[in-house]
């Protein structure tokens, strides 16, 4: 049975789940919303889609529709996911599952009544080098002391991954440090029982704090430091450093290197080299096979609650 998908938000990250999906066998995507109809038909006209429409309930009507892709702006995550599985319909949703904690613990009890499958896209679950030190971990071979995190990005004006001016505005908190909370738990295996966080002056423009710090705490006594900026001008993304009993790993999106930057190959960890590619495959093998995905929206709804306390002290 071929699984029929409709993906919202044909931008930066859209376009990198449909060029994922196109290695899956037995997926098809037949339905692309976007809000600039005319941008959104040039994709689907590329990637060979049949059904554009600039409006998510349109997709949400069509009966041939099993399982939605939402890469939309964060503020319309938790509301278009609730409304997708209140249409019968599996999702899997963009990082963040929400910016305001009550609508992601609502997504979560909608999910949990209706059978479907629902999961946030949290890909460094999936990026091959994150995986490779969970497997480490989940042998007893690794055990992490301190994670150490950078999160850098040169954006002082309002542009996506590609450069184009954004519709809305990205976050710090809700959306760049939501990877490394969930990773955090998730890799140590223990929830998070202490955070902390300082923010730097607020832009005058863009309303938001360019630069902030966070500090974590597992239950089992490993520790995490994250930094994040959009004011960095120099080598952008992320940067994992996970310091442990017995090696240092650091990860830089799929690529893996230990304490002395000699690489480690990754390629034979998993089937693909791609972290949304992962992340897609884990989807559709969970609805095929009735079942929870890792990075469930259960699973992934504790980061949430952290990002919220941390919100509450950031406003304090």
Not at 183 to 190: C, I, P, R, T, V
Not at 194 to 204: D, E, M
């Amino acid at each position: 049975m071929t699984i029929k998908v409709a993906l919202a938000g044909a931008g930066a990250f859209g376009i990198k789940h449909l060029d994922g999906i196109k290695n899956i066998d037995g997926v098809e995507v037949v339905s692309l919303v976007s809000r600039d109809l005319e941008k959104t038909k040039e994709v689907a006209a590329k990637y060979g889609i049949g059904h554009v429409t600039t409006k998510l309930e349109d997709s949400l009507a069509l009966k041939e529709v099993d399982a939605v892709i939402l890469c939309t702006p964060t503020q319309m995550h938790a509301s278009q996911t609730l409304a997708c599985l209140k249409a019968g319909k599996h999702v899997q949703v963009e990082i963040p599952l929400c910016d305001v904690l009550k609508d992601g613990e609502e997504v979560v009890d909608v999910a949990k009544t209706s059978g479907l499958v629902a999961m946030c896209g949290h890909t460094r679950r999936f990026n091959p080098s994150h995986q490779y030190v969970h497997k480490k971990i989940a042998a007893g071979e690794f055990n992490i002391q301190q994670m150490d995190v950078q999160t850098y990005f040169f954006r002082r004006t309002n542009m996506n991954a590609l450069g184009q001016p954004r519709s809305w505005t990205d976050h710090l908190l809700w959306h760049h440090a939501a990877h490394t909370v969930d990773l955090f738990a998730y890799q140590a295996g223990s929830p998070i029982v202490k955070a902390n966080a300082i923010q730097g002056p607020i832009h005058k423009d863009l309303g938001i704090a360019m630069d902030m710090s966070i500090q974590l705490k597992a239950a089992n006594g490993a520790i995490c430091t994250l930094s994040l900026s959009f004011n960095n001008d120099g080598p952008l993304g992320t940067f994992f450093r996970y310091i442990g009993d017995t090696a240092t790993y650091i990860a830089r999106y799929d690529d893996l290197v230990n304490g002395k930057e000699e690489k480690i190959d990754v390629s034979q960890v998993d089937v693909s080299m791609n972290g949304i590619e992962l992340q897609d495959r884990e989807f559709f093998a969970a609805i095929r096979e009735g079942r929870e995905p890792n990075s469930s929206v259960a699973q992934v709804l504790p980061c949430y609650q952290v990002l919220h306390q941390l919100e509450q002290q950031l406003n304090g």
